[in-house]
């Protein structure tokens, strides 16, 4: 952490409410959630099946809409924000990184990486050098040109992780990134996230079902009926 002291939040969530319909009737997930992740910090999110990870990383993400509450993150208030803004706000902040990678098959590691960039006012050899260095960072460089199909799991979530950072955002939401790879595998693309965090300072919001994987994490909070309880690790 480069700040010892006032660390400014980077997500703030508070009194939060969101929940779905379902043949006509609501089902609340959250009812007055508060949530705050300092600048910096790289979080492990566990919790049972269906208690809202996911809909929590929606939500961060700026897909899914609050019911009601407030949602900051860095001086933006996304609660308040139209789809248009929430998804341009998207594009310069955020980096999502999927269990199944979500990498598009006819394009080589190197276009997959590139597409976040085509939104931006970046010329051809901009990108190109953009695309050089992150998937240098993630080790693939001699793989630019290689197709998905033809990459371990563990390959392919780095080259997943390449396009989550070649723009450059300070927050990346990580939904299950190691849940399809062995423990070797899986320890790489976590190591990576560490680096990430500690060297790069990105804030880090992790989901994970394995409590290995979340001691990569600086702390970890369990999710149970709406609510955070943070995990007590014994001191090292
Ligand atoms: N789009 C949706 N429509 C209706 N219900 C949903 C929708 N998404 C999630 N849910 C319900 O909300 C709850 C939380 O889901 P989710 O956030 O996916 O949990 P988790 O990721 O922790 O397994 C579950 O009960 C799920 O069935
Ligand atoms: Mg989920």
């Known amino acids: 952490m480069t700040q010892l002291f006032g660390q400014q939040p980077h997500i703030m969530l508070s009194g939060v409410q969101k929940g779905y319909r379902f043949s006509g009737e609501a089902i609340p997930i959250f009812s007055g959630l ?21 809909t929590l990383l929606n939500m961060l993400a700026g897909i899914d809409r609050l019911d009601s509450g407030t949602l900051c ?3 933006s ?16 902040h955020m980096g999502m990184i999927f269990q199944f990678y979500n990498l ?33 960072l993630v080790g693939l460089g001699a793989r630019a040109k290689q197709y998905p199909a033809l990459m371990s799991g ?3 979530q780095r080259v997943g992780i390449a396009r989550a950072i070649v723009s450059d955002p300070d927050l990346l939401l990580c939904d299950e990134p190691t849940g399809d ?3 070797k595998s899986a320890d790489e693309v976590l190591d990576m996230l ?3 965090n500690r060297e790069l300072e990105k804030t880090i919001v992790m989901v994970t079902h394995d409590p290995q994987a979340a001691l990569f994490a ?18 090292l």
Do not use: C, Y
Not at 83 to 89: D, G, L, Q, T, V
Not at 128 to 133: A, W
């Open 34 to 54: 508060d949530l705050t992740i300092p600048r910096g910090d790289f979080v492990a999110i566990m919790g049972p099946s269906g208690s809202g990870k996911s």
């Open 73 to 75: 993150i860095g001086a």
């Open 77 to 92: 208030r996304l609660d308040q924000m139209d789809e248009a803004a929430r998804s341009s706000w998207r594009a310069h």
């Open 104 to 136: 598009l098959p006819m394009l080589t590691a190197e276009e997959n990486v590139e597409l976040p960039l085509l939104l931006k006012p970046l010329s051809r050899k901009e990108r190109r050098v953009r695309v050089e260095k992150v998937l240098d």
């Open 154 to 156: 563990g390959q392919q």
């Open 181 to 183: 790879l062995d423990r």
């Open 194 to 196: 560490r680096f990430l």
């Open 218 to 235: 600086r702390r970890t909070l369990h999710l149970d009926k709406g609510n955070f309880v943070e995990e007590k690790r014994a001191a």
